[in-house]
């Protein structure tokens, strides 16, 4: 069993730019494919990013798709989110999670773990 947590979050204005970090504990984290999910108040979990478990297979939600960035240091047990050009519609807070498969999926529910999430604010 991997266990998961999350750090990087924060305050910024609008079009500043953050760091999240999944870093895995437990297992190996080149076991498992990781996305990002995000949940703002009032609102369902949506889909953010997910990579593969090798190197170069990525996919995007079209919302942050040319300004958020995944990637993953299977050497250090750490998947990296680079956020840039944020809006206030990116507030939330955001949780990785893992899933063993090699396959990316956009769907939370087939995810087997998950970390408790980072706050993500952006102010105008």
């Known amino acids: 069993q991997v266990q998961l947590v999350e750090s990087g979050g924060g305050l910024v204005q609008a079009g500043g730019s953050l760091r999240l970090s999944c870093a895995a504990s437990?297992?190996?984290?080149?076991?498992?494919?990781i996305g990002w999910f995000r949940q703002a108040p009032g609102k369902e979990r949506e889909f953010v990013s997910a990579?593969?478990?090798?190197?170069?297979?990525?996919t995007y939600a079209d919302s942050v798709e040319g300004r958020f960035t995944i990637s993953r240091d299977n050497t250090k047990n750490t998947v990296t989110l680079q956020m840039n050009s944020l809006n206030p519609g990116d507030t939330a807070v955001y949780s990785c999670?893992?899933?063993?498969?090699?396959?990316?999926?956009?769907?939370?529910?087939?995810?087997?773990?998950w970390g408790q999430g980072t706050q993500v604010t952006v102010s105008s």
């Open positions: 437990g297992r190996t984290l080149s076991d498992y494919s």
């Open positions: 999670a893992a899933r063993s498969s090699t396959g990316l999926s956009r769907s939370g529910i087939l995810y087997d773990y």
């Open positions: 990579i593969g478990r090798y190197v170069g297979l990525t």
